[in-house]
């Protein structure tokens, strides 16, 4: 018979190598925030995204992009390019948005 003792060093070990800590974030660890609280349609706020140096901001103003050597925001409802080193923003007219850093790859659908 297994002893408890023996048994919760196992369980542990098998939660800290699948990764389940308890946290509530994305599994590869994207730093992809929505500051709706909760998204979905309906909403007035902008969905923003953060890596560290950077940021981009999508919502009714337009799309927004900050990096140390980015300062760049676009009206509503036109295609944006953004492209420095480390940094590829793309929106559709008011469609589509891709985000792509070092340590950000974001893809999704603007609804109203």
């Known amino acids: 018979m ?6 919760f060093p196992i369980l542990a070990s098998i939660f ?3 990764g389940c800590d308890g946290a509530n974030r994305p599994v590869d660890g994207n730093p ?17 995204i953060t890596w560290p140096g950077g940021s981009v901001t ?3 103003e337009g799309v927004e992009v900050k990096t140390p050597n980015v ?3 676009t009206k509503p409802g036109v295609g944006t390019d953004v492209k420095a080193p480390g940094v590829n923003v793309s929106t559709s007219a008011g469609e589509s ?3 792509k850093t070092p340590t950000v ?5 603007i609804e109203k």
């Open 2 to 7: 297994v002893h408890l003792r023996f048994l």
């Open 16 to 18: 800290i190598l699948a």
């Open 32 to 48: 992809v925030s929505d500051s709706s609280g909760g998204g979905g349609a309906g909403t007035d706020k902008p969905l923003e």
């Open 58 to 60: 999508i919502g009714d």
């Open 71 to 73: 300062d760049v925001k």
């Open 97 to 99: 948005v891709k985000v």
């Open 105 to 109: 790859d974001f893809e999704g659908r």
